[in-house]
């Protein structure tokens, strides 16, 4: 069973992702408490940790390409490291780019998604590491088995995805987002073609949400003026 999905992001009031173009707070407002808010509300949902894209995963990749010695049998199966009792950041790296180096990002233990074209070699780098991995398919883009290996053979039952607007989209596409919260800040970018919230790749006439509606759970105006939304997504009824 795959694990609960909430899209946990903090955006300006345009929906915008960059936080260095935004509009500075009002006065007597700090925005570095601001900021702090999204930390706090991740901690209440008590989720397994987070997953994002490779984008997003590269400043914690400390490491550098390599062949390991790692010989032994299993490769091509999902690979559990040693955890050590620690929250997961999961990685979606299909071609398999990123080099870690460590087992963590920010202290959460590193979990790898990956197209099964990677190499052998690299499998092996990432055990070295002490990284965990699991396949998406042939080229990396099958999230429902992805997360389904996440929950059945990982025991992870919720992920907040924290991505980029692609990451975040292609998950929006492929209906497996189940809750949205959205922390809404004090501030505006306006700059056309700015990373958004979500942003699906297709052709003009696409609709990535479709079939798929939003229902109000929650509101809290937070100290200094951010606004947290949250929304349960539901398939839309039949009418």
């Known amino acids: 069973m795959r694990p609960k999905i909430i899209c946990h992001m903090?955006?300006?009031?345009d929906g915008r992702l960059l936080v260095d173009r935004w509009t500075s707070p009002a006065a007597g407002v700090d925005a570095g408490r601001l900021l702090e808010h999204y930390d706090q509300v991740a901690a209440r949902f008590d989720a397994d940790g987070w997953i994002?894209?490779?984008?997003?995963?590269?400043?914690?990749?400390?490491?550098?390409?390599r062949t390991p010695g790692y010989g032994g049998d299993g490769?091509?199966?999902p690979h559990i490291a040693d955890r050590k009792g620690r929250a997961v950041?999961?990685?979606?790296?299909?071609r398999g780019t990123l080099h870690y180096g460590q087992d963590n990002a920010g202290g959460d233990h590193i979990v790898a998604i990956l197209g099964e074209q990677v190499s052998d070699a690299y499998l092996?780098?990432?055990?070295?590491?002490?990284?965990?991995?699991?396949?998406a398919g042939p080229v990396g883009t099958d999230l429902d088995q992805a997360l389904n290996t996440?929950?059945?053979?990982f025991g992870i039952r919720i992920l907040l995805l924290e991505g980029g607007g692609v990451t975040n989209g292609?998950?929006?596409?492929?209906?497996l987002i189940d809750e949205i919260s959205l922390l809404v800040y004090p501030g505006v970018d306006g700059l056309a073609g700015v990373p958004s919230i979500f942003e699906c790749i297709g052709s003009p006439d696409e609709r990535p949400a479709a079939g798929q509606s939003l229902r109000?759970?929650?509101?809290?105006?937070l100290e200094g003026g951010l606004v947290w939304l949250r929304y349960r997504v539901e398939a839309l009824a039949a009418t």
């Open 10 to 13: 903090v955006s300006s009031i």
């Open 52 to 65: 994002v894209g490779r984008k997003t995963m590269e400043v914690y990749a400390k490491g550098v390409a």
């Open 75 to 77: 490769l091509r199966e």
């Open 89 to 94: 950041a999961v990685a979606m790296d299909p």
């Open 124 to 135: 092996a780098e990432l055990r070295e590491d002490g990284v965990s991995y699991l396949f």
């Open 150 to 153: 996440l929950g059945d053979v």
């Open 170 to 175: 292609a998950f929006l596409k492929a209906k």
């Open 216 to 221: 109000h759970i929650g509101t809290e105006v």
